[in-house]
């Protein structure tokens, strides 16, 4: 009798475990219904498909314990989603979001983790102990009943064919068609991952897909003065904290102080994430031919081809990625080791010019810029704006992290200003520089509390990035009217596609991939042409159609964005002109 209520005791024990595996399993989804716009009908499949699956999946053996391990991937994605959330406040795991995971080096990970970690304890107090409690039933080799085994498959059955029936009215009603690769977790979750692998295959065979490309590159100018050539790459400076672009705190005194510099006033970035944008930046390739980024090379080839020594001086670290491929044709390439602030690169490029007697010679410089975690990105005589401690990310700091931020674009600030003196006093040389950030940030700006950038759908914070350019003396008096055209294109619509054709024009440089309709030292500047964002899917979408809201478009109104007619339609169907 007392071993009869022993095993009855272990067998409850058994399901109440494979019961707390499947809600376990269902948390993400029960928030995404409340935090995503999905129809009626895809809430519905967005419950019933994942929950009758997981109830099935647990009693497809006797053996509980082993089919909670055996969904370990389903764990770890639910409780990355959790984290997700909430650093975001929404969306799913994006293609994205598995690149930056693998290209995102350690000590930034442990930044991150270790302010966000209310959602790591979070998760680790609801998964950890399901997994101990599983392995433990392993150890006994324990069963559930088959009775219970029974009843839960059936009922597992019945609500994941409600939810199958539930897809039908969802896809009429979608205006994508895409209700199951896009609306329910975790199947979009594992489309994405396939996706996400697909790229880093496509990376990887980069060198192969790339072999004998050629930009067929010629110069249209030849002038008897040394040539230096300055593409920077600038990192989460979004334009809204530049005392160039109207913010009220002056986080830019020098380079406000310069009346030859350039500012591009309406420029957004292609993609949120660096691993993205930058070899945007770094390639000829549109927004809409992303494919073709596999099969052309980049910046540095194209200034090889001209004549030039060409150099990559990065403050990040190699992330085995696509920027990596574009760079290494650099015919030199130096990655700057801890602790990494930006006036390092100035230091490597002060080395070279005063060792080199190179008559043509293009340099770019990847920042480290305004990266989280900010108060890391400055010295601390440029702390200006305080407190500035080291805070968890949270509303009620939202101050203490601004003033961060805006430190480190103080700092930038006295990097931008420094390279230009230098460069301004290179007697007889005809200097240019061009320098844009890869992308934006968002500050827990509105009621929304977002932070950081990356997020599946954008806001304007994370669009909206500093561009400017500079020219010497020598520069001017040589090609008068590109300055000049730079001048007429300080307010004109671009994106971040426009710089690899700006650069490649500002050095007299023409090829194939080339036009000068896209750059913004021609006066063939074509201001009509409409501007993409390349989504989470490598799909070239209007901005409107990448998750904005009401509120940023306002943001847009407030900097003068301008959008074209004929993309100025959000995804709800309103218009929003940003003139």
Known sequence: MENHRIVKTRSRFTTLLTIYFFVALIIPNCVLINTEDYSVWSDEALILLPLGFYMMWSVALRRAGVMIWLGFPFIFFCAFQIVLLYL????????????????????????????????VVLVCAIYIPLLWLAAREIAHKRYISHTTRVSIGLLGAALFTMGLLALWPAYHVSSTKHVLRDEIFPVNVVYNLGLSASEFRKSHNFDKSSEGFSF???????????????????????????QLYGYERPTNPRLAGMNDVV???????????????????????????????YRRKGLPALFNEAGFETWFISNQSPQGAMIDNLAHDAKH??????????????????????????????????????????????PREF???RPDDDVAIAPQ????????????????????????????SLQGTASALLYCADHGEDLIDDARERFLHASPTTTAYQLYVASLAWFSGEYRRQFPEKVAAAHANETAP?????????????????GRYL?????????????????????????????????????????????????????????????????
């Open 494 to 510: 671009a994106n971040t596609h426009a710089l690899f054709h700006t650069m490649a024009d500002m050095a007299s440089i023409e």
């Open 333 to 378: 390439v130096v990655y700057i080791r801890s602790p990494r602030q930006d006036m390092q690169l100035l230091d490597e490029m002060r080395k070279v010019l005063e060792h080199s007697d190179q008559r043509k010679i293009l340099f770019i410089l990847h920042c480290y810029g305004s990266h989280f975690s900010y108060h890391q990105r400055y």
């Open 397 to 424: 700091h939202r101050q203490t992290l601004v003033n961060a931020y805006d430190n480190s674009i103080l700092y930038t600030d006295h990097f931008l200003a420094e390279t230009i003196d230098f460069l301004r």
């Open 263 to 293: 500012v591009f006033r309406d420029m957004l970035t292609q993609s949120n994430t660096t691993h993205k944008s930058v070899p945007l930046i770094l390639s000829s390739v549109a927004t809409d031919e992303h494919e073709e980024l």
């Open 216 to 242: 067929q590159a010629r110069r249209t100018a030849q002038i008897p003065q040394r040539e230096v050539y300055v593409y920077i790459i600038g990192e989460a400076a979004r334009a809204m904290n530049w």
């Open 383 to 385: 702390a200006r704006f």
């Open 88 to 119: 975001f406040g929404n969306s799913i795991i994006a293609t994205d979001m598995f690149t930056n995971v693998l290209t995102t080096n350690p000590g930034e990970a442990n930044e991150l983790l270790s302010n966000i970690y209310p959602s």
């Open 515 to 579: 036009s000068t309709r896209v750059s913004l030292v021609s006066p063939d500047y074509d201001r009509t042409a409409p501007r993409y964002y390349l989504n989470d899917h490598n799909e070239a979408v209007p901005y409107p159609r990448t998750g904005l809201k009401k509120l940023d478009f306002e943001v847009f109104r407030r900097y003068g964005i301008k959008m074209q007619p004929q993309q100025a339609e959000s995804a709800s169907g309103d218009t929003w002109m940003c003139n």
